[in-house]
């Protein structure tokens, strides 16, 4: 009887025939069962591909083509660089499963593999012709893990065509697009979403902010929507999204443009111009907030925003004047004055208790008059049909002013109170960091930690990052020196600064820099004073001492930080845009993970002179 396995000796080898022969017995011609699937599926995770496709090649055809076993058996044949077998493999797979598409995919890879790629395209043309809507997701995923992204885009657009939509599968293609860097594409596609689906906006807006990421980017997609806006003027979502688009780019003059024609178009009473004007505001940029509240205050006077935009109107120009160094006290004066015009036009009544606010926080804090700022507040405590938001605020604010005072025992006593009645509320959380902070003033730094560890957790961003911060500093200045002698000083000068007291501030700070040389606390000591310096306008000393921090290596923690300032200094105060672009870049080099550098990298191109 002739041996059937003879002429496999010279295909495996006699190592593998023994190690075969202990699987498969010669003389019995039986069926593999599972065992066998698996023992060739191991050989080939192994690498022994000549025993796997020996194995493989026993089974039944049917078994051969199976979806769990064609992919090994597949892969082993093609690592003998067995071609024709391969191709008879997967071409018999495709006669039992005709509806599989991928299958074709397949055939095309091993066309590829084979170094004929134009047998390659030509199977995979084929496929995309013969596409069913059914098989489109299925065959695009293929070429996708594949790694053939522009089949995988012609397998998407041939089933937007067999759709007979053209916006079908577009989240897939502004994915593919973003992947190979194809700005354009992806702003046709997202564009070409909201084009008769106004609907998709939300959607469209989110994908743009996942997936432009760079200046040049946004520049292209705002110019495409100005021509949008120009073709398409009865369109309202060309100026929505040109509107979001500038407010990403805190283009605020700019999306105040777009603001202004969807209010007069949607009749809102100057509803989105307060939005961008607000927002302008909370990004410091006063003048674009101020010309946006200055426009609903002449434009719809006594309509529902009107009285609103008054307040935010002096409460922006006080912010400005406070943020420009040096403080005018004349200015401070007269804003006293337009915050008291606006209660005679307004009235003194809970909506108008922000304004009464304001001009305590003024007199106190800036004009040093604190008997008249905590009779305003007061005022507003007592103030008939007043909410509980706006009473607790005016206790926070009159709190505030007993810090002031040094009289910590009043303040303690109105910050806990809020803490009490907003609980597990940003206000609430508000009067406990401040509770921590006047704990922290006075040298308790065991009961500030206590505050500062459950505010870590707070729900409102800012105060989280606060209580980290400053417990950090508690911790890192403790570890040591645990008797915090030094960090006992360093805060009795934060409160000197909270009090505006800044000459004493400074004095405390040289003296603190020649009594503890070396002390941790020095890197925060000179950024305090660097701060300080340029509040009281002495630029050059600023920049002087933010130099000890840059040049230092020891103080890498707050180098960034320093570098951003001193760059700020030279733009804002010294106008010398040279040295700003240049303190920009060594920022943005330097130190690639600093939470600066998107808006250093936007100061730095503004200074260059990049269009906008």
């Given at each position: 009887?002739k041996?059937?396995l003879r002429?496999m000796?010279?295909?495996?080898?006699?190592?593998?025939?023994l190690?075969?022969?202990?699987?498969?017995p010669?003389?019995r011609?039986?069926?593999?069962?599972?065992?066998s699937?698996?023992?060739?599926?191991?050989y080939?995770?192994?690498?022994?591909?000549?025993?796997?496709?020996?194995?493989?090649g026993?089974?039944?055809?049917?078994?051969?083509?199976?979806?769990?076993?064609?992919?090994?058996?597949?892969?082993?044949?093609q690592?003998?660089k067995?071609?024709?077998?391969?191709?008879?493999?997967?071409?018999?797979?495709?006669?039992?499963?005709?509806?599989?598409?991928?299958?074709?995919?397949?055939?095309?890879?091993?066309s590829?593999?084979?170094?004929?790629?134009?047998?390659?395209?030509?199977?995979?043309?084929?496929?995309?012709?013969?596409?069913?809507?059914?098989?489109v997701?299925?065959?695009?995923?293929?070429?996708?893990?594949?790694?053939l992204?522009?089949?995988?885009?012609?397998?998407?657009?041939?089933?937007?065509?067999?759709?007979?939509?053209?916006?079908?599968?577009?989240?897939?293609?502004?994915?593919?697009?973003?992947?190979?860097?194809?700005?354009d594409?992806?702003?046709?596609?997202?564009?070409?979403?909201?084009?008769?689906?106004?609907?998709?906006?939300?959607?469209?807006?989110?994908?743009?902010?996942?997936?432009?990421?760079?200046?040049?980017?946004?520049?292209?997609?705002?110019?495409?929507?100005?021509?949008?806006?120009?073709?398409?003027?009865?369109?309202?979502?060309?100026?929505?999204?040109?509107?979001?688009?500038?407010?990403?780019?805190?283009?605020?003059?700019?999306?105040?443009?777009?603001?202004?024609?969807?209010?007069?178009?949607?009749?809102?009473?100057?509803?989105?111009?307060l939005?961008?004007?607000?927002i302008a505001?909370?990004?410091?940029?006063?003048?674009?907030?101020?010309?946006?509240?200055?426009?609903?205050?002449?434009?719809?006077?006594?309509?529902?925003?009107?009285?609103?935009?008054?307040?935010?109107?002096?409460?922006?120009?006080?912010?400005?004047?406070?943020?420009?160094?040096?403080v005018?006290?004349?200015?401070?004066?007269?804003?006293?004055?337009e915050?008291?015009?606006?209660?005679s036009?307004?009235?003194?009544?809970?909506?108008?208790?922000?304004?009464?606010?304001s001009?305590?926080?003024l007199?106190?804090?800036?004009?040093?008059?604190?008997?008249?700022?905590?009779?305003?507040?007061e005022?507003?405590?007592?103030?008939?049909?007043a909410?509980?938001?706006?009473?607790?605020?005016?206790?926070?604010d009159?709190a505030?002013?007993?810090?002031?005072?040094?009289?910590?025992?009043?303040?303690?006593?109105?910050?806990?109170?809020?803490?009490?009645?907003?609980?597990?509320?940003?206000l609430?959380?508000?009067?406990?960091?401040?509770?921590?902070?006047?704990?922290?003033f006075?040298?308790?730094?065991?009961?500030?930690k206590?505050?500062?560890?459950?505010?870590?957790?707070?729900?409102?961003?800012?105060?989280a990052?606060?209580?980290m911060?400053?417990?950090l500093l508690?911790t890192?200045?403790?570890?040591?020196?645990?008797?915090?002698?030094?960090?006992?000083?360093?805060?009795?000068?934060?409160?000197?600064?909270?009090?505006?007291?800044l000459?004493?501030?400074?004095?405390?700070?040289?003296?603190?820099?020649?009594?503890?040389?070396?002390?941790?606390?020095?890197d925060?000591?000179?950024?305090?004073?660097?701060?300080?310096?340029?509040?009281?306008?002495?630029?050059?000393?600023?920049?002087?001492?933010?130099?000890?921090?840059?040049?230092?290596?020891?103080?890498?923690v707050?180098?960034?930080?320093?570098?951003?300032l001193?760059?700020?200094?030279q733009?804002?105060?010294?106008?010398?845009?040279?040295?700003?672009q240049?303190?920009?870049?060594?920022l943005?080099?330097?130190h690639?993970?600093?939470?600066?550098?998107?808006?250093a990298?936007?100061?730095?191109?503004?200074?260059?002179?990049d269009?906008?």
């Amino acid at each position: 009887m002739k041996n059937p396995l003879r002429g496999m000796r010279g295909l495996i080898g006699s190592a593998g025939l023994l190690a075969l022969l202990a699987v498969v017995p010669a003389a019995r011609a039986q069926a593999p069962d599972d065992g066998s699937i698996q023992l060739a599926r191991e050989y080939e995770r192994k690498g022994e591909h000549e025993k796997a496709a020996y194995l493989f090649g026993r089974l039944r055809t049917d078994e051969q083509t199976a979806p769990n076993v064609l992919p090994d058996y597949l892969a082993a044949l093609q690592a003998l660089k067995r071609t024709k077998d391969a191709e008879k493999l997967v071409k018999r797979a495709i006669k039992q499963r005709p509806q599989d598409q991928t299958l074709g995919v397949t055939l095309g890879l091993i066309s590829a593999a084979a170094g004929d790629p134009a047998a390659a395209a030509k199977q995979w043309e084929r496929v995309v012709q013969l596409l069913n809507p059914d098989q489109v997701v299925p065959v695009a995923t293929s070429f996708q893990q594949a790694n053939l992204p522009a089949w995988t885009v012609r397998t998407y657009l041939r089933g937007r065509q067999l759709a007979g939509n053209e916006t079908e599968y577009a989240p897939q293609l502004i994915s593919i697009y973003t992947q190979r860097g194809l700005t354009d594409m992806v702003l046709v596609e997202t564009l070409r979403l909201v084009q008769d689906d106004e609907q998709q906006l939300p959607f469209v807006r989110n994908m743009l902010q996942n997936n432009l990421q760079d200046e040049a980017a946004f520049a292209t997609l705002e110019k495409e929507l100005l021509t949008q806006v120009q073709r398409n003027p009865d369109r309202a979502v060309y100026s929505e999204l040109l509107l979001w688009l500038q407010v990403q780019r805190r283009d605020f003059i700019g999306a105040l443009v777009q603001a202004k024609a969807l209010d007069r178009r949607g009749r809102s009473q100057g509803r989105r111009v307060l939005e961008v004007a607000e927002i302008a505001r909370r990004n410091k940029d006063y003048e674009s907030a101020i010309a946006g509240f200055e426009y609903i205050a002449r434009e719809y006077a006594g309509q529902p925003f009107y009285a609103l935009a008054r307040q935010r109107l002096v409460q922006t120009r006080e912010d400005q004047v406070r943020n420009t160094y040096p403080v005018n006290q004349t200015q401070l004066r007269g804003l006293l004055k337009e915050y008291e015009q606006v209660l005679s036009d307004l009235g003194r009544t809970p909506e108008t208790a922000p304004v009464l606010r304001s001009m305590a926080a003024l007199l106190a804090f800036q004009l040093g008059e604190q008997a008249p700022a905590m009779k305003l507040l007061e005022e507003v405590i007592a103030m008939p049909r007043a909410s509980s938001d706006v009473v607790d605020q005016a206790k926070i604010d009159l709190a505030d002013i007993y810090v002031l005072r040094a009289e910590p025992w009043e303040a303690t006593l109105l910050y806990s109170q809020v803490e009490k009645s907003h609980k597990d509320t940003p206000l609430g959380y508000d009067a406990k960091l401040r509770n921590a902070r006047l704990s922290y003033f006075a040298g308790d730094f065991k009961l500030a930690k206590s505050h500062l560890d459950i505010l870590k957790q707070a729900t409102t961003r800012e105060i989280a990052n606060d209580a980290m911060q400053l417990s950090l500093l508690i911790t890192d200045n403790t570890a040591q020196d645990t008797s915090g002698v030094a960090l006992r000083d360093y805060a009795a000068i934060e409160q000197l600064v909270f009090q505006n007291k800044l000459p004493e501030a400074l004095r405390g700070l040289d003296a603190l820099l020649v009594k503890y040389p070396g002390h941790a606390l020095q890197d925060e000591a000179w950024y305090l004073k660097a701060q300080l310096q340029r509040r009281t306008s002495d630029y050059a000393g600023a920049l002087a001492t933010l130099e000890r921090i840059t040049a230092n290596p020891k103080y890498d923690v707050l180098s960034d930080d320093a570098l951003f300032l001193a760059a700020s200094i030279q733009q804002e105060s010294l106008q010398d845009r040279e040295k700003a672009q240049l303190l920009y870049q060594q920022l943005i080099t330097r130190h690639a993970g600093s939470i600066y550098v998107a808006e250093a990298r936007k100061r730095f191109r503004q200074l260059r002179g990049d269009v906008q």
